[in-house]
């Protein structure tokens, strides 16, 4: 037995000694000295403590190489996935299931889209930003070619192809993708319309109401101020990758601040992730110092600053997306008619590879007004029979975002980065902007359509009426926009700009301004905001709305039938609004307003209907306007013989929800705290399968936030009666202009995406505590304090 034991001992050691080996093997290393053949002088890389590279380069190309062999060396896996994706190549790498997700990108467009724009970009010549961009993959083809592979590729069993230009083009369109909203929204907005009728869709808050909030413009030289309803939401949960939601950004002039500079913030609501979506690099070069936050695979960043400016984004949520619904030529089913003219429908094929199976071959047709795309987006198939164009403005030109990034990242004054994002047709974006000199501005960028008269934005439209095409486009000069207003401030949350210089209101998927609305009063409550003071208000967890609703909810209730939760009422009844993890009110809060909603439309929308309904902007935009509504006609269940009011409807919703969280988490109301029932984990794209959720997810336990808070946080409500909370900010921002070189910042997870860097989770405590780090620019500082310093030498 001795022998055994020392037998199984010895073998055991040998197991935990290979499984620390392969750790060893696997972990990146942030030191010594590497031959990069594509780089004309040595770059000195400094990893400061948090794993974020400050590139030393003589040269703006060698900065760009060298930051696309360390983008590839800490993102390589997740820049993989976001290029799949993209291109329609996702069953080449991962297999069968994923045709379907291939289809659906190849039939919107946006592979092909990207070939075009690639095209367009070379046509170009040798532009900076083109130049600039090869570098980037250069860099990172060198790391693909000699570099350590991820473990996620011998998992697959798979290895990456080199990266190119268009790969990067796919890249920027499925980004743009998840900045469209109507896909996901309008065909369950459009059945409603057409098998229940306006007044059900009027109790809805589909447009901006009068009780929402506006983002103020100024223009400085104007005094103008089915059954089958989520097969889209799970055919997008197969793709793995996060898509962006939302944003918080505010720039406060010095006005208000102590220092007397500029103070800037953002913070972009992502779904989560790990790795998270940003990348944090410092890149510096004669005549160029940028802080950036870049997207796998870009070399430019979306979001940062220089020594002069910064700059910031969130989503603008414009509508950019309609549907026509066509109709057929009677004498040629391969035409439609718009009024009396006949127009061919075009066909075209893609083949989509597929790892371990045979090739499918698959047909796209296309209509003056789009891709037809009811084989691809089952809700429409479901809906007519007639073909269903999509018409979107991201394919309608070649993609700019480069050349627009680029500008802003390298621009030296205020005007240069407002005629950049004038370059920015799709997706749109609201760019923040705050400068040393005291300037303060945001632009709406983005081609805004002049739709016809007859169009409801999200409602199908008729495709052969002449009356519905689009009429063109409204100049960027009429965009939405702010810049240095007398209030002292520009600040967005995704809701509805107030109307542009032509007085046009321009429809979009916008949030209530519930967020707006609190930035805004705290902002113009002071005016000493520094970079401390602002962590408070961009962590803030209050929603003022809800315990307006949850008292108008609990008035509508007969409030002795729950005697034994008297409790309960009562601390929702003084509930502030705050979302703190101790909290109780909001578990209640939040269950009763589900089963509310279940409740009362369910029955016309089905259960798949409305768990697609939960993934639209609608529930969030119509929460008060639906409840306080008297004659809305969803509280009547269909299936019923009686005429169910509010009140029934709130009644049942709230005895369910009483006896739900007591069988969950006990009798006792004081209980029901909020981090029993939030859950924050970043899901890696393979962590989907058991076991290796354990080894590449990153739990992250509660935290606290809600959907309309500064502090967004998106919750998925789970069978178990739990929340998981599925996106929020991706990064959190906040610099001043008075102190540049002390700005802060933070990751949700870190900035490696190798799992087997200690960069991996660093930050992940910080996040969830609400703490931040330092955002190093200072050279003397960052070389003085690194650890870590890897020199890239031209190969010989």
Not at 358 to 386: D, F, M, R, S, Y
Request: hydrophobic content about 40%; aromatic content about 10%; overall charge negative.
């Amino acid at each position: 037995m001795k022998k055994l034991a020392s037998i199984l001992g010895a073998l055991l050691l040998m197991v935990v000694l290979s499984i620390l080996g392969f750790i060893a093997w696997q972990s990146p290393s942030y030191d010594g000295e590497l031959q990069l053949c594509c780089l004309g002088n040595k770059v000195e890389v400094y990893f400061d403590q948090f794993g974020i590279p400050h590139i030393y380069a003589q040269n703006e190309t060698d900065a760009y190489r060298a930051l696309g062999y360390i983008h590839a060396k800490e993102r390589l896996f997740q820049l993989e996935m976001l290029r799949r994706v993209g291109s329609g190549t996702l069953a080449e790498f991962l297999g069968k299931d994923l045709v379907e997700v291939d289809q659906f990108f190849h039939t919107l467009g946006i592979p092909k889209h990207a070939k075009e724009s690639t095209a367009a970009l070379l046509a170009q010549g040798n532009t900076p930003w083109r130049i600039a961009a090869e570098a980037y993959v250069e860099g990172v083809n060198e790391f693909i070619a000699h570099g350590k592979l991820p473990i996620e590729y011998l998992l697959i069993g798979e290895k990456p192809r080199l990266y190119t230009l268009e790969d990067m083009h796919s890249i920027i369109g499925y980004m743009s993708f998840t900045f469209a909203m109507a896909v996901k929204t309008d065909p369950l907005l459009t059945r409603i319309a057409r098998d229940l009728g306006p007044d059900y869709l009027s109790a809805l808050a589909v447009e901006t109401l009068p009780e929402h909030h506006m983002i103020p413009v100024h223009y400085p030289d104007s005094s103008q101020s089915a059954s089958t309803y989520s097969n889209l939401t799970a055919l997008l949960e197969k793709i793995l990758v996060p898509q962006l939601q939302g944003s918080n950004a505010w720039v406060i002039s010095g006005s208000l601040t102590q220092s007397g500079k500029v103070v800037f913030s953002n913070d972009t609501h992502i779904g989560f992730s790990a790795p998270s979506v940003w990348f944090e690099a410092h890149l510096e070069y004669p005549g160029f110092s940028f802080y950036g936050n870049h997207l796998a695979g870009i070399p430019f960043g979306f979001m940062g600053n220089n020594r002069h400016h910064s700059i910031g984004l969130t989503m603008f949520e414009n509508d950019d997306q309609d549907f026509f619904e066509e109709k057929l030529n009677p004498k040629n089913p391969n035409e439609i008619l718009i009024g009396e003219e006949a127009y061919p429908i075009q066909t075209r094929k893609e083949i989509i590879q597929v790892k371990g199976g045979e090739p499918v071959e698959w047909e796209i047709q296309e209509t003056p007004h789009g891709p037809i795309i009811n084989p691809v987006v089952k809700e429409i198939a479901a809906l007519t029979t007639n073909p269903v164009s999509s018409w979107w403005v991201y394919l309608l030109e070649p993609a700019k975002s480069f050349e627009a990034v680029y500008k802003m990242n390298h621009a030296q004054s205020m005007q240069e980065v407002a005629d950049a994002a004038a370059l920015i047709h799709a997706p749109g974006l609201n760019i923040m902007y705050g400068d040393i000199e005291g300037n303060i501005a945001w632009w709406g960028a983005a081609k805004l359509p002049i739709r016809g008269d007859k169009v409801h934005s999200k409602i199908f439209a008729d495709g052969s009426d002449p009356n519905a095409q689009p009429k063109g486009w409204y100049p960027f000069e009429e965009n939405p926009k702010s810049v240095n207003p007398p209030i002292g401030f520009v600040a967005s949350a995704n809701n509805q700009p107030d109307s542009t210089r032509g007085g046009h209101l321009f429809p979009g998927y916008y949030f209530p301004g519930d967020r707006w609305n609190r930035i805004a009063k705290t902002i113009s409550s002071r005016s000493d905001w520094d970079v401390k003071s602002l962590q408070s208000l961009q962590l803030e967890t209050v929603n003022e709305v809800f315990p307006e609703l949850a008292q108008f909810m609990l008035s509508e209730v007969n409030r002795d039938d729950y005697q034994e939760f008297s409790a309960a009422l009562e601390s929702l009844e003084t509930w502030d609004g705050d979302h703190q993890i101790e909290k109780t009110a909001p578990t209640l809060f939040y269950k009763w307003l589900i089963h509310t909603w279940r409740l009362a439309i369910e029955d016309e929308l089905g259960k798949e209907g409305f768990e697609a309904f939960l993934q639209t902007f609608v529930m969030v935009n119509s929460n008060h306007h639906f409840i306080t509504k008297t004659d809305n006609p969803w509280w009547d269940k269909q299936n019923s013989p009686e005429k169910e009011t509010r009140k029934d409807i709130l009644s049942e919703a709230l005895s369910l929800s009483l006896d739900e969280l007591s069988k969950q988490l006990g009798s006792n109301p004081k209980d029901w705290k909020w981090e029993k029932v939030v859950h924050l984990e970043h899901p890696h794209p393979l962590g989907s399968q058991k076991p290796l959720d354990k080894l590449f997810n990153v739990q992250a336990g509660p935290i606290a936030g809600n959907e309309e808070a500064v502090n967004k946080l998106t919750l998925k409500p789970l069978p178990d009666g739990t929340y998981q909370i599925v996106a929020g900010p991706a990064i959190r921002i906040i610099l001043d202009f008075g102190d540049l070189e002390n700005s802060v910042s933070v990751l949700p997870t870190g900035n490696s995406g190798n799992r087997f860097s200690k960069h991996y989770a660093d930050q992940k405590e910080l996040f969830v505590k609400g703490k931040y780090r330092p955002q190093e620019m200072n050279e003397e500082k960052i070389k003085k304090k690194s650890d870590n310093k890897l020199i890239l030498n031209p190969a010989d």
